[in-house]
T-cell receptor, first 110, second 116 residues
Framework: RKEVEQDPGPFNVPEGATVAFNCTYS??????FFWYRQDCRKEPKLLMS???SGNEDGRFTAQLNRASQYISLLIRDSKLSDSATYLC???????????FGTGTRLQVTL | DAGVIQSPRHEVTEMGQEVTLRCKPI?????LFWYRQTMMRGLELLIY????????DSGMPEDRFSAKMPNASFSTLKIQPSEPRDSAVYFC??????????????FGPGTRLTVT
């Protein structure tokens, strides 16, 4: 089983739609959780951290469910510029290294 | 501020040749990571350094791969001999140990390696 699993997509949504991505992780001792964004042929960049209480950053909302080992990302009012691959990322408790999911591709269309 | 710098950006080589990828981390960062990304396997951690010392190289695929960090501002990833299955995008990333809130890693633009 992969440490971090995501639906690869692609998710094709019209502009203005709400879209949600899910991610599961296998290591129950994982401490920190993140979403990174990667544009086509570019490097990954941190989108947001994910906190136990859930957190929001503009149109983006991230949720963590430790009991189910599940992380989600909700994007409201999708923009064309949101088209990218979204990587779910997990940090184990005793390391500085991050484990990346293979990503979920989002395509927002007119 | 300059971000993470990688060179070359593209490399095309023939099977059996030696390939050296280079990375300059962000000044002041004390962690450096080497990743490989392919469509099939996604982003895989190969090795990472803390204060120039290799901490975990369990992701290095085999003895053909080696990495060094002779000083805080430079690291290399070497493949010798290269094989077609090594074709991938290789990213270098750096982070700051004190940034415990986000553990954010800053990635370089990557080196796209093609081995024919």
């Amino acid at each position: 089983r992969k440490e971090v699993e995501q639906d690869p997509g692609p998710f094709n949504v019209p502009e203005g739609a709400t879209v949600a991505f899910n991610c599961t992780y296998s290591n129950s001792a994982s401490q920190s959780f993140f979403w990174y964004r990667q544009d086509c042929r570019k490097e990954p960049k941190l989108l947001m951290s994910v906190y136990s209480s859930g957190n929001e950053d503009g149109r983006f909302t991230a949720q963590l469910n430790r009991a189910s080992q599940y992380i989600s990302l909700l994007i409201r009012d999708s923009k064309l510029s949101d088209s990218a691959t979204y990587l779910c990322v997990v940090r184990a408790s005793t390391a500085s290294k991050l484990t990346f999911g293979t990503g979920t591709r989002l395509q927002v269309t007119l | 501020d300059a971000g993470v710098i990688q060179s070359p950006r593209h490399e095309v080589t023939e099977m059996g040749q030696e390939v050296t990828l280079r990375c300059k981390p962000i000044s002041g960062h004390d962690y450096l990571f080497w990743y490989r990304q392919t469509m099939m396997r996604g982003l895989e951690l190969l090795i990472y350094f803390n204060n120039n010392v290799p901490i975990d190289d369990s992701g290095m695929p085999e003895d053909r791969f080696s990495a060094k960090m002779p000083n805080a501002s430079f690291s290399t990833l070497k493949i010798q001999p290269s094989e077609p299955r090594d074709s991938a995008v290789y990213f270098c990333a750096s982070s700051l140990a004190g940034d415990t809130r986000s553990y954010e890693q800053y990635f370089g633009p990557g080196t796209r390696l093609t081995v024919t």
